[in-house]
C-alpha cells in the first residue's frame, strides 16, 4: 500500500494551494481519508476527513471555511484544497487511510500513512 502525498510549497499568506494524495494497493473506495498536519515543534493535528463516498467531511475549527477536502474514487486520489493560507497553516502535510473509524480525528486510528509533504506560508 502506497500513499504518496504531493503539491506542497512556498505560498504566501492569502494564497491558495492544493494538496494531492494517489493511493494504490488498497481499494480506494473503501477507505475513508483524513489529512493531518505537523508544524515544526508541535505535536501531529487533524486537519480534514472525508467518509468514501464523499458525502460527509469533516474539518479541525481553524480551517473551516478555508480548507475543503475532496475525493476521486476513479483516480484514487484525495484532495485538499486550501484557501487564505496562513502562516500558522505551516507545516508538514500528510495524508491518511482508514478502513473502519471511530474517532477520525485520532491519527492513531489510521491504517496507512503517507510521507508527507511540506507547505510553507510565508508573510
Known amino acids: 500500500v502506497q500513499l504518496q502525498a504531493s503539491g506542497g510549497g512556498l505560498v504566501q499568506a492569502g494564497g491558495s494551494h492544493r494538496l494531492s494524495c494517489a493511493v494504490s494497493?488498497?481499494?480506494?473506495?473503501?477507505?475513508?481519508m483524513g489529512w493531518f498536519r505537523q508544524a515544526p515543534g508541535k505535536e501531529r493535528e487533524f486537519v480534514a476527513f472525508i467518509i468514501w463516498s464523499g458525502a460527509m467531511t469533516q474539518y479541525v475549527d481553524s480551517v473551516k471555511g478555508r480548507f475543503t477536502i475532496s475525493r476521486d474514487n476513479a483516480k484514487n486520489t484525495v484532495y485538499l484544497q486550501m484557501n487564505s493560507l496562513k502562516p500558522e497553516d505551516t507545516a508538514v502535510y500528510y495524508c491518511?487511510?482508514?478502513?473502519?473509524?471511530?474517532?477520525?480525528?485520532?491519527?492513531?486510528?489510521?491504517?496507512?500513512w503517507g510521507q508527507g509533504t511540506l507547505v510553507t506560508v510565508s508573510s
Open positions: 491518511a487511510a482508514v478502513r473502519y473509524y471511530g474517532d477520525y480525528t485520532n491519527g492513531y486510528g489510521y491504517d496507512y
Open positions: 494497493g488498497l481499494t480506494f473506495s473503501n477507505y475513508a
